[in-house]
Nanobody, 123 residues
């Protein structure tokens, strides 16, 4: 098993930046592909992006492509989501997720989840 804890959320003005972190403990972190998802009030959980176990491949939702960047540091058991040019529609609770095999867009395919961190973007 792996335990995930997100941090770095907060309130930011439109156009600003935030960097979210997800710290993992448990099994070797490099065994897990990682995903980031978000969920706004009244909406379904939405794929943001994901990164392979080695970190050499990433994929992003069209809505964040070019603005968000996912990276990971397997030595520090951490994955990051750098969010630039934030928009009010990016407001949501952001979650990191882990899976030993899957790193696609379907949230129900990930086995492990963090508790989430709130990101609020004001206009």
């Amino acid at each position: 098993q792996v335990q995930l804890v997100e941090s770095g959320g907060g309130l930011v003005q439109a156009g600003g930046s935030l960097r979210l972190s997800c710290a993992a403990s448990g099994r070797p972190f490099s065994s897990y592909a990682m995903g980031w998802f978000r969920q706004a009030p009244g909406k379904e959980r939405e794929f943001v992006g994901s990164i392979s176990r080695s970190g050499d491949s990433t994929t992003y939702a069209d809505s964040v492509k070019g603005r968000f960047t996912i990276s990971r540091d397997n030595a520090k058991n951490t994955v990051h989501l750098q969010m630039n040019s934030l928009k009010p529609e990016d407001t949501a609770v952001y979650y990191c997720a882990a899976d030993r095999v899957y790193w696609g867009m379907l949230h129900n395919q990930y086995d492990y989840w963090g508790q989430g961190t709130q990101v609020t973007v004001s206009s």
